[in-house]
């Protein structure tokens, strides 16, 4: 859904049972924190800086496993096979234990090869001379001095294999929404989308609005 509460997209993935597996990978995959998503949005403001959004398509089936591994057949699906039939993942899967490590490191590689660096306070924030990006599992916020070098930019990802589509400004991100005010110099996040969902799940809706410090 928008920041506003309205359907964006509909989706149907299968996902494994990655409660079930038995290994000891490491699993652990970093996100963007929201103190570089603050200031992701400030230094583009000061600056003056085009951005856009990314969302890479079905992520985790984009990256290689280093091993293979066997799953049920979803329910509902039958083989024609004698005998029990299993399937061999090709690639990552939504549920798998290790799926947001092995994306993380798939775009991090290859971000790195395209010349950007990661910060040191925060891996998820990357960076060259003329391009700032920040990125939290699928999603990624792009910041260049010209439109023309964003459309470089997923131009070589797209050259890399990578399936995503090129959205609109930084104006979303994470279910909040930035409105900024440019002549005040302030940028307002909102999530109204996410209070109606709250108010009506607590039976709120005739209640009076009343505003708190909080």
Not at 188 to 201: E, R, Y
Request: contains cysteine.
């Amino acid at each position: 859904r928008t920041p506003d509460g309205d359907i964006k997209k509909r989706k149907a993935r299968f996902c494994c049972r990655g409660d079930m597996q038995e290994d000891d990978f490491e699993t652990f995959a970093p996100v963007v924190s929201w103190t570089s998503v603050w200031f992701f949005l400030v230094l583009n403001m000061v600056i003056g800086w085009t951005t856009c959004s990314i969302d890479f398509s079905s992520a985790f089936l984009q990256a290689d496993l280093p091993s293979p591994i066997w799953v049920h057949l979803p329910q509902g699906f039958t083989s024609n096979k004698h005998g029990k039939t299993c399937l061999c993942l090709k690639k990552s899967q939504y549920g798998l234990t290790v799926a947001p490590r092995l994306w993380y490191q798939h775009l991090i590689t290859a971000l790195k090869d395209m010349g950007l660096q990661q910060s040191t306070q925060d891996p998820c924030l990357l960076y060259k001379k003329d391009l700032l990006i920040i990125v939290y599992v699928d999603d990624v916020g792009v910041a260049a001095p010209s439109s023309a070098l964003i459309d470089k930019f997923v131009t070589d990802l797209r050259n890399r294999g990578f399936e995503l589509t090129r959205e609109g400004s930084f104006s979303e991100f994470l279910g909040i929404k930035f409105e900024e005010d440019k002549e005040a110099g302030t940028v307002t996040l909102t999530q109204k989308g996410l209070i109606k969902k709250v108010i009506l799940a607590a039976g709120l809706e005739q209640c009076n609005p009343n505003r708190t410090p909080a």
